[in-house]
């Protein structure tokens, strides 16, 4: 190996070594700026206004990650702890959700009672009826009379449901020995007083109770002229 050869190599380590050097150096900094930021965390940001006593759900909210020393002691990182819960004041788009923004939302308003009654598992909305959710409840009622026709009926509309239980096997009466036992599911809800009293009597005295799971921010009044129905009296 004459001397030039002998330069080039020198000169190729000595390039090697400054490019390890510099990526060292690189790591150096990237190391430090972990080390003064930290591990990044969930946390969740508002999509738009939101007004005061509004109920809040999961689409209002994006995901987003920052580091956990910048996020403040009250930061919501799982939008699991916003079910049931309303705003408290204006919420602008763009801030950070917090829990001291939420609370729980009212459970009854005056004038509100708290009514459970079982509801048909195989009629009613199964798996889809959560607290929180507004339904509308049918009751189908044989006809009077001898001769008069069945009849479908709408007895409350948007339902607020405030507690949903457990799967219960319900024994049929001593004198309807005919039907085989049921499931069925206790349903908590805030109802009016006239309310409370339709639903009750539906429980008792119709056929079948149904519940029809109104989405959320849908129009759940029905007409009056709307609320019976009649086989033959469809056209």
């Not at 909210?61 to 916003?82: C, H, Q, Y």
């Not at 049929?172 to 007083?193: C, H, K, M, W």
């Given at each position: 190996?004459?001397?030039?050869?002998?330069?080039?190599?020198?000169?190729?380590?000595?390039?090697?070594?400054?490019?390890?050097?510099?990526?060292?150096?690189?790591?150096?900094?990237?190391?430090?700026?972990?080390?003064?930021?930290?591990?990044?965390?969930?946390?969740?940001?508002?999509?738009?206004?939101i007004a005061p006593y509004t109920a809040l759900g999961t689409d209002?909210?994006?995901?987003?990650?920052?580091?956990?020393?910048?996020?403040?002691?009250?930061?919501?990182?799982?939008?699991?702890?916003?079910?049931?819960?309303?705003?408290?004041?204006?919420?602008?788009?763009?801030?950070?959700?917090?829990?001291?923004?939420?609370?729980?939302?009212?459970?009854?308003?005056?004038?509100?009672?708290?009514?459970?009654?079982?509801?048909?598992?195989?009629?009613?909305?199964?798996?889809?009826?959560?607290?929180?959710?507004?339904?509308?409840?049918?009751?189908?009622?044989?006809?009077?009379?001898?001769?008069?026709?069945?009849?479908?009926?709408?007895?409350?509309?948007?339902?607020?449901?405030?507690?949903?239980?457990?799967?219960?096997?319900?024994?049929?009466?001593?004198?309807?020995?005919?039907?085989?036992?049921?499931?069925?599911?206790?349903?908590?809800?805030?109802?009016?007083?006239?309310?409370?009293?339709?639903?009750?009597?539906?429980?008792?005295?119709?056929?079948?109770?149904?519940?029809?799971?109104?989405?959320?921010?849908?129009?759940?009044?029905?007409?009056?002229?709307?609320?019976?129905?009649?086989?033959?009296?469809?056209?």
């Amino acid at each position: 190996m004459n001397s030039r050869q002998r330069r080039g190599v020198i000169l190729l380590l000595l390039s090697v070594l400054c490019a390890l050097g510099a990526f060292a150096g690189v790591l150096s900094v990237i190391n430090d700026v972990k080390s003064k930021v930290g591990p990044e965390v969930t946390a969740y940001r508002l999509k738009s206004d939101i007004a005061p006593y509004t109920a809040l759900g999961t689409d209002q909210f994006e995901k987003i990650s920052m580091p956990d020393r910048w996020l403040s002691e009250n930061a919501v990182t799982d939008l699991g702890d916003i079910r049931g819960k309303i705003a408290v004041t204006t919420l602008r788009e763009g801030s950070l959700l917090q829990s001291d923004m939420v609370v729980d939302q009212p459970e009854l308003r005056p004038g509100q009672q708290e009514v459970a009654i079982m509801i048909d598992a195989a009629t009613g909305v199964a798996g889809k009826i959560t607290p929180g959710a507004a339904v509308n409840v049918y009751a189908t009622f044989e006809g009077e009379r001898e001769g008069a026709a069945d009849q479908s009926r709408i007895i409350v509309t948007n339902a607020k449901v405030l507690d949903v239980g457990r799967l219960t096997a319900l024994q049929p009466e001593e004198n309807d020995r005919g039907r085989q036992p049921t499931d069925a599911v206790p349903i908590t809800f805030a109802l009016s007083a006239i309310d409370a009293q339709r639903i009750t009597y539906a429980e008792s005295f119709a056929q079948r109770v149904r519940l029809a799971l109104v989405a959320p921010g849908g129009d759940a009044d029905v007409p009056e002229q709307d609320r019976t129905y009649e086989l033959a009296k469809d056209k």
